[in-house]
């Protein structure tokens, strides 16, 4: 089986799967089962494009690490990582994305 072929294949049985999740959740008012099933759609669009891909994916990770930061209490289970030390983690982990570009600067955006 070619990898297009693949990709059409998972696609329409995620699309399926988001779908069935968004109506189980609509009928139960469940929104966290409505809106994962919105999150399978977006996958399912996704697949085609391989540069797509890699970007979410990206950002799951980069989102991940935020919440995995903010649920520690005051960094308590990082041991004692320094704040350079973080930076120098954060700053290696975002030159490793490269292809990502991250403006997290305070200035204001041109395009506003």
């Known amino acids: 089986m070619g990898v297009k072929k693949r990709h059409e294949d998972l696609s329409l049985k995620i699309f ?3 779908q069935a999740l968004i109506e189980e ?3 139960d008012g469940d929104y966290v089962i409505s809106k994962t099933g919105n999150f399978m759609l977006l996958i399912s669009g996704l697949i085609f ?3 797509d891909v890699t970007l979410f994916s990206e950002l ?4 991940s ?8 209490e005051a960094f308590g289970s990082l041991g004692n990582i320094s ?3 973080l930076f ?8 490793e994305l490269g292809s990502v570009n991250i403006d997290d600067t305070d200035e204001p955006d041109d395009d506003e």
């Open 16 to 18: 399926d799967m988001g």
């Open 49 to 51: 494009d391989e540069d």
């Open 65 to 72: 690490a935020k919440k995995l930061i903010e649920s520690q």
């Open 60 to 63: 799951c990770g980069m989102f």
């Open 88 to 95: 120098k983690t954060i700053k290696r982990m975002r030159d």
């Open 25 to 27: 959740g609509d009928s």
């Open 83 to 85: 704040e350079d030390e």
